[in-house]
């Protein structure tokens, strides 16, 4: 069974550009969740969705991060224009329903903003 | 809103006992959990507590008191591989989003 996909596992890239970050969830599973870790701030939740729909966007720092879920197999979170400060590990997780289902995350994305 | 407290680091020798402590501020509960992540690595699922009381499964124990909005992790049998950072986190509602606390690494000596 595979687990949560995302891609690319590493972007480098310039201050002012656009980064797209893509998600996979595993299938079945109709909650998916993207957070951001940096060692100042730990683990941030961004935004999560359930069945597709943003249910909370409260974490989204600011209008330049944007995040979509087109369908219950992808999710993207695009940051434009990217800042130095945005450089982190951004991790895409999801579980299957509410409650005590557990998270199951995918192995991040790194970027790094120069 | 949601807060979590755990200690940021803790140090213990191979084979003992440790437990890391959590304790939580939520406007509702609906669980905490405990998640492991190596260094470099993803957070993985260790537990689950609903309930008050402990939960075991193999080397690693959980407690909550739901009362005093507190819990720990408790891992027995250390072994070097248990050296990761280990996090709480909370839900406030069956639907609500999951929050996490900031970390406690856990350093292993031999």
């Known amino acids: 069974d595979a687990g949560v996909i995302q891609s690319p596992r590493h972007e480098v890239t310039e201050m002012g550009q656009e980064v797209t970050l893509r998600c996979k969830p595993i299938?079945?599973?109709?909650?998916l969740f993207w957070y951001r870790q940096t060692m100042m701030r730990g683990l941030e939740l961004l935004i999560y969705?359930?069945?597709?729909?943003?249910?909370?966007d409260s974490g989204m720092p600011e209008d330049r991060f944007s995040a979509k879920m087109p369908n219950a197999s992808f999710s993207t979170l695009k940051i434009q224009p990217s800042e130095p400060r945005d450089s982190a590990v951004y991790f895409c997780?999801?579980?299957?329903?509410?409650?005590?289902?557990?998270?199951?995350f995918g192995n991040g994305t790194r970027l790094t903003v120069t | 809103g949601q807060s979590l407290e755990q200690p940021s680091e803790v140090t213990a020798v191979e084979g003992a006992i440790v437990q890391i402590n959590c304790t939580y501020q939520?406007?509702?509960?609906?669980?905490l959990s405990w998640y492991q992540q190596h260094d470099g690595g993803a957070p993985t699922f260790l537990s689950y507590?609903?309930?008050?009381g402990l939960e075991e499964t193999g080397r690693f124990s959980s407690f909550l008191s739901r009362s005093d909005s507190y819990g720990y992790l408790l891992l027995q049998e250390l072994q070097m591989k248990d050296s990761a950072s280990y996090f709480c986190?909370?839900?406030?509602?069956?639907?609500?989003?999951?929050?996490f606390g900031s970390g406690t690494r856990l350093s292993i000596r031999p």
């Open positions: 969705f359930n069945n597709n729909v943003p249910i909370d």
């Open positions: 997780a999801s579980s299957r329903g509410a409650g005590n289902s557990p998270l199951h």
């Open positions: 507590n609903a309930l008050d």
């Open positions: 986190a909370v839900r406030g509602s069956s639907a609500s989003k999951i929050i």
């Open positions: 939520t406007s509702g509960f609906y669980g």
């Open positions: 299938s079945g599973h109709n909650s």
